[in-house]
């Protein structure tokens, strides 16, 4: 940056101490944004959230993300579909992953691919690989499930937005890649408006022409919706925000 400093703002937009357990911070600033993406996987339950690339759509622009996650291992991975990183051939560039208040990795030239590991699970773990928690009675605000069983995994992805705080997590379409297959998901989250959208490409849903299939939406025990036929995609909203709104 002009004053020489390797982080632009002054802080995150969010205050997010009152996190009933952890805070994840990740700011990216680069010269060509529609090049780069990244996610981030808690490693003890195996879920990849995806931060879309489209959010990153813009040039010389810092992006920054805050959320409260629960506290367990974590993985984080950028990548840069052009292969030279954020810095410096064509300009400057940096990231900076911060959990806790502890700066976990800071980076600018990394090719195509930099990943970084950190946090460690309720066993002391880094990466519990037996088997991923099921029980999530202790989240301390809300709980999120989602279960897709589909003949043609490879098809099927699916977004997960906070309304609230604008920001849209992933699951990646590979972790969809088995067939005749049902995907457990179950995260806590923060208490929210969530927007909830399943995404077909081939364009006729889960059900019915081509076998059997269908997905469920559960939040905090109601289920917020049931589907099988959809087409290409098909959206649900469920929550609030604190000011009550559902946007």
Do not use: M, R
């Amino acid at each position: 940056c002009e004053d020489g400093s390797d982080d632009p703002s002054d802080s995150s937009s969010d205050d997010l101490t009152s996190c009933p357990e952890s805070t994840i911070k990740v700011k990216v600033f680069t010269e060509f944004g529609g090049q780069i993406s990244w996610t981030l996987k808690n490693k003890c339950t195996g879920v990849a959230f995806f931060l879309q690339t489209e959010d990153h759509a813009g040039d010389n622009t810092l992006y920054p993300f805050e959320e409260c996650v629960p506290s367990a291992a974590y993985e984080f991975t950028i990548n840069d579909s052009w292969g030279d990183g954020l810095c410096c051939d064509c300009g400057p560039g940096w990231y900076k992953v911060t959990y806790n208040g502890e700066v976990e990795k800071y980076g600018e030239d990394f090719g195509y691919s930099e990943t970084t590991s950190f946090g460690s699970c309720e066993d002391g773990s880094d990466d519990p690989s037996d088997s991923s928690s099921d029980d999530l009675t202790s989240c301390p605000e809300s709980t999120i499930k989602v279960k897709v069983f589909t003949e043609f995994g490879g098809q099927i992805s699916w977004t997960l937005k906070n309304k609230c705080t604008g920001v849209a997590f992933f699951l990646q379409t590979e972790d969809h890649a088995g067939d005749n297959t049902l995907y457990p998901f179950e995260e806590c989250v923060p208490s929210a408006a969530y927007e909830f959208t399943i995404n077909d490409s081939w364009g006729d849903g889960l059900c019915c022409d081509c076998g059997p299939g269908w997905y469920k939406v559960t939040y905090n025990g109601e289920v917020e919706k049931y589907g099988e036929d959809f087409g290409y995609s098909e959206t649900t909203s469920f929550g609030s925000c604190e000011d009550g709104s559902d946007d």
